[in-house]
């Protein structure tokens, strides 16, 4: 992520130009101190973070695109399920998944987020193909399906573990 100069406009018309909070776009003066744009610089570097050790790691599978609409979902969902795999490495590795912030309120670490999104999203696009598979090559015992509810059920109580903790 490089430094950004800070986007918001000073008393004087001109563009304030003052270095921003990191993976935030204006500096501490124009609203970078605020606990929520501060939140949300941190989830948008880890977010870079693991979109990274993400690519990194689909780079070691060899995955392709592909024209198949089935086997392009399939890929998404190998994408946001390696996302998955890098954030839950990061978050394994924090020693709690919540931090008291400098105004002395709990945060969840933006680290679990990144990685809850990643589980919905992997979630909705297997389910997804599995729509589309049931349809093409019917799915009689419903395999698939039931592959997917307990993937997406494993989601779910990720979740309610974190809410817990
Ligand atoms: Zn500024």
């Known amino acids: 992520m490089t430094a950004a100069r800070c986007s918001a406009t000073a008393r004087t018309g001109d563009q304030c130009g003052k270095p921003a909070i990191?993976?935030?776009?204006?500096?501490?003066?124009?609203?970078?101190?605020?606990?929520?744009?501060?939140?949300?610089?941190?989830?948008?570097?880890?977010?870079?973070?693991v979109r990274a050790e993400a690519e990194a790691l689909l780079g070691q599978l060899g995955l392709e695109p592909v024209d198949d609409p089935v086997s392009e979902i399939g890929r998404l969902a190998a994408a946001a399920l390696a996302t998955y795999e890098a954030a839950a490495a990061r978050v394994n590795a924090l020693d709690g998944i919540r931090f008291t912030d400098a105004k002395g309120s709990e945060q969840l670490r933006a680290e679990v987020a990144v990685m809850e999104r990643a589980m919905d999203r992997a979630g909705r696009l297997l389910?997804?193909?599995?729509?589309?598979q049931a349809q093409r090559e019917g799915d009689p015992d419903g395999a698939v399906e039931r592959a997917v509810a307990g993937l997406i059920a494993l989601g779910d109580s990720a979740r309610a573990r974190n809410e817990a903790a």
């Open 22 to 49: 990191p993976g935030g776009a204006t500096c501490r003066v124009h609203g970078g101190a605020a606990p929520q744009v501060v939140a949300a610089a941190a989830r948008r570097i880890a977010t870079a973070a």
């Open 127 to 132: 389910d997804m193909q599995a729509k589309h």
